[in-house]
């Protein structure tokens, strides 16, 4: 019995963790390249959300499409909003007016979704949450099995994108030297682009990842994106192979936290580990120098 | 063009400051205030809270009471006691009410009550169900439905007699509310010679519930789970249970219990999952009377949709203080102490007579219902 327990614990915090990775992936991957801190990222997750909800309710779509209806709208917005908003902040000189620009950038979003969507949970359920194998003892949802096939997926994909295409290289590059990248013939403007619209794109898919698991509101995306925060910091700021360990890790922690303690401390324990971490190896669970870590 | 726009926008407010103060300045007013969530996790409570005040709003205002008509103007405080003592405030300093409704989460509602009562403004409750509202609570705070201690000892003597249940697990958010109930179920439960063999608390940032069911699915045989939190997560809670076949909506013997927390409509979203999950409901659409009725046809007319409790509580408060207002309230004072002479107030979710603490005696409001398996409910009489 008490193996069985830690084998579906487990389990649950592989799902779990996999799903926190999706949303600090974006972040990680902005942080990488614009050393930038993106507060608008939750909202990004909770309109990828939406928009798989409405593209299955409305026009008779199913999940698996859907997740890729979620991308595409939050690629579109990040393209839109970089055009829009960052862009033109940061062509005034300043690191600061994007960022604080993110916050507003969330504010806004968060209460036209409350307009548009109203304040009532959303029901999000897919018909693979509702097929549940039961294997010795445990048991796993169709759905849990979808995530983790999906993040591995773009994990890999985002890997071989950033280690051997040329924007891949590109974006490295930029990361490592904006200036110098420039002089080489390197966009640094269309690759900043890019990144914002990548991690857009990744937090739209997340959020149609994440819809049947959270409570689908207009807030949604703020329940998760304080430990994606905490798990970009416990990865090493910028480093994706450190953001992938370190999500797992507190899925891992909160799955256990829950069984054999409390659920009330998972961010005690979340949180003591991003302050031992800051404390003793802040660079980080995978220790790169910055600049190489996209 | 800018500057032409934001001219227009200018006088525009200023129109609308000005018909607001002309709205004010009528003498046979009586002004509500309406704290409720607008935001955040329990901004559906709000929403719904809105609709139940325009509708009742509507039907008084047609003719008034005693010469009065009813405004209401509302602030949002956030079910959360920071933003919710502030939106108080705001209300007491610009609006001056003479009467406030809301909040619906305790903690929220613990937090303006001293603020309300320092203003010597009566707060009517309909949704917080923390026992230190009325215990010892103020003179000025009063509670409409019945508190956590009347609900929980209620939920637990019927489980234990009528579901002949010996063991639990409880499931409840770590807020006074979600705290209160699990304590004072558990008290009675134990006293009754029951056995909670789990006590799992949670926050209300808690997703994922996958790993609160596999605790409980390991926890032995259990007979019932109490579950105190808001729609949202127990919507979550429900289908996680039952992927993890504990309760009968997923082929297993535990019967979720739940309180008057989560609003009609609640099984629909939660599907198969929500199969035998018994709960308080506060307020029964199916009821004969007619003002019920009446109550169920105006509100499907005006908004196409079926009546929560949420929207009932909201329109009974509305009426309480209308009768008030009929029974000689004009002001403040006036109406906090008609309130507390209350003995025979029928509404549309049942009766009101307050005891000294200002706390509604009358437990004609607390309906059981199970869910039956097309999810529709099953009346279970118990009380």
């Known amino acids: 019995m008490t193996a069985t327990i830690v084998a579906q614990q487990a389990i649950n915090g592989i799902v779990l963790g996999s799903l926190y990775v999706l949303v600090a992936l974006g972040l990680t991957l902005i942080y990488g ?19 798989a909800y409405f593209f299955i309710h409305l026009l008779g779509g199913n999940y698996l499409t859907s997740i890729a209806v979620a991308l595409v709208v939050g690629a579109i917005l990040g393209w839109a909003i970089n055009l829009t908003i960052f862009a033109p902040l940061r062509h005034k000189g300043s690191e600061l007016l994007p960022l604080i620009a993110t916050i507003g950038v969330s504010t806004m979003m968060q209460n036209a979704m409350l307009a548009w ?57 930029v990361a490592q030297d904006r200036e110098t990248a420039g002089l080489m013939g390197i966009n640094p403007s269309y690759l900043i682009m890019l990144t914002i619209v990548l991690s857009s794109a990744l937090a739209g898919m997340a959020g149609a990842m994440l819809a049947p698991v959270l409570v689908l509101t207009p807030f949604a995306g703020t329940t998760v994106i304080v430990k994606a925060f905490a798990i970009v910091i ?9 953001t992938i360990l370190a999500g797992l890790l507190v899925g891992l922690i909160e799955s256990f936290t829950t069984q054999y303690f409390d659920p009330g401390l998972i961010d005690i324990f979340v949180f003591a580990l991003l302050l031992l971490m800051l404390a003793f190896r802040p660079t980080g669970l995978i220790s790169e120098r910055r600049e190489e870590n996209v | 063009m800018y500057r032409r726009g934001l001219l227009a926008v200018l006088a525009l407010a200023g129109i609308a400051t000005f018909g607001a103060g002309t709205a004010s300045a009528q003498d046979k007013t009586i002004k509500i205030g309406g704290l409720f969530p607008m935001s955040g996790p329990g901004a559906y409570f709000g929403a719904q809270d809105k609709q139940g005040i325009e509708l009742a709003l509507e039907e008084l205002n ?83 439905m019945p508190n956590e201690v009347m609900q929980g000892v209620d939920i637990a003597t019927q489980a234990y007699n009528k579901l002949n249940a010996r063991t639990a697990v409880l499931l409840n958010e770590t807020t006074n509310a979600g705290i209160g109930n699990a304590k004072v179920f558990k008290e009675t439960f134990e006293k009754l010679g029951g056995k909670v063999v789990a006590e799992i608390g949670f926050g209300r940032d808690v997703n994922d519930f996958t790993a609160i069911a596999t605790r409980v699915a390991g926890a032995g045989k259990v007979d019932v789970i ?29 019967i979720q219990l739940g309180t008057i927390w989560l609003p009609f409509g609640f099984e629909q979203k939660a599907g198969k999952a929500a199969e035998g999950y018994v709960r308080i409901v506060q307020f029964d659409p199916t009821d004969q009377r007619d003002m019920v009725k009446n109550f169920v046809k105006n509100f499907k007319a005006k908004f196409n949709a079926d009546p929560t409790h949420i929207n009932a509580h909201a329109y009974d408060q509305i009426l309480l203080i209308a009768d008030a207002v009929k029974r000689g309230a004009k002001d403040a004072q006036s109406i906090r102490d008609t309130l507390a002479a209350t003995k025979d107030f029928k509404g549309v979710t049942g009766s009101v007579e307050f005891d000294k603490s200002n706390q509604n005696i009358k437990m004609d409001t607390i309906h059981y219902m199970e869910t039956k398996p097309d999810l529709s409910w099953n009346a279970l009489k118990w009380n």
């Open chain 1, 33 to 51: 390249v614009l050393v930038q801190i993106n507060f608008a990222h939750a909202d990004f997750v909770t309109l990828g959300a939406f928009a």
């Open chain 1, 117 to 173: 969507f109203g304040p009532i949970p959303y029901a999000f359920e897919t018909p693979y949450s509702q097929q549940v194998f039961r294997v010795a003892g445990m048991f796993f949802t169709a759905q849990s099995l979808i995530i983790i096939a999906v993040s591995a997926a773009t994990i890999a994909l985002l890997y071989a994108f950033m280690k051997f295409t040329f924007l891949g290289k590109a974006l490295r590059a």
């Open chain 1, 234 to 242: 416990i990865g090493g700021f910028g480093n994706v192979e450190g």
């Open chain 2, 62 to 144: 047609k003719t008034g009471v005693n010469g009065y008509k009813f405004a209401i103007q509302y602030e949002d405080s956030a079910c959360s006691p920071l933003p919710a003592s502030q939106a108080a405030k705001r209300l007491l300093d610009q609006y001056k009410p003479d009467v406030i409704i809301g909040e619906e989460c305790s903690d929220a509602t613990l937090a303006i009550m001293p603020i309300v009562a320092e203003a010597k403004v009566p707060l009517i409750n309909a949704g917080s169900s923390s026992i230190r509202i009325t215990d010892p609570g103020n003179p000025y705070t009063f509670r409409i």
């Open chain 2, 226 to 254: 109490p579950t105190y939190t808001l729609e949202g997560q127990g919507l979550k809670i429900t289908q996680a249970l039952s992927q993890a076949g504990v309760v009968k909506g997923g082929g297993g013997g535990a």
